[in-house]
């Protein structure tokens, strides 16, 4: 039987009904510490200034859409080492950036300039090649093929489970988006 006459803190009753609001005290600073010291990078700080540059990523889609160029990446085994087939309305000896973006981890994301192939092109498409870092593991990458000076993309999601190899277009929404912009600018 618990002695009554007994101090609060050496009492049993007591401590068992504080074990839960201290267990979670501990908890929410466990978790503001690890809330602190990770990085997200899938958030983004300047909310207008993110929104100005998708409005220009759509300028870029719908460029790529009127010179209908599309391109195709062909990743080799180990994922070292990619050719990138690029067709359409666009200059050739101009340079192209293949752009690898990891889904979660902005950190695992490559950017790397293609070397156009030393054969000639093959029907309307030209041939380039890519030196890759290794790839980390993820279930998909957008993969992103653009002139260096930012007029055109062309894009589109690739799963290494599926092949080794990705087409790439403009966005589909790029005409349904400027289609809206028009109509709203007539009223």
Known sequence: MADNNAPWFKQTAFWLLMMGPIIVVIAG??????????????????????GKHINMQIERDAEAIKRNI?????????????????????????????????PATQAYDQTISLKKAAVPASGNKT?????????????????????????????NKWLPSQGHAVELHAADNVLVNAAASAASAVQ
């Open 29 to 50: 600073f466990a978790t503001f510490f690890v809330a602190k010291h990770t990085a997200n990078d899938m958030v983004t700080d300047d909310y207008y200034k993110e």
């Open 70 to 102: 599309v391109a195709q990446v062909l990743f080799n085994d180990d994922g070292s080492a990619a050719k990138v087939f690029v067709s359409g309305d666009f200059d050739p000896e101009m340079p192209l950036n293949l752009l690898l973006l990891h």
């Open 127 to 155: 041939e380039y090649t890519a030196a890759l870092q290794p790839l980390k593991a993820a279930v998909h990458w957008y993969v992103r093929v653009e002139d260096a000076t930012g007029k055109w993309r062309v894009e």
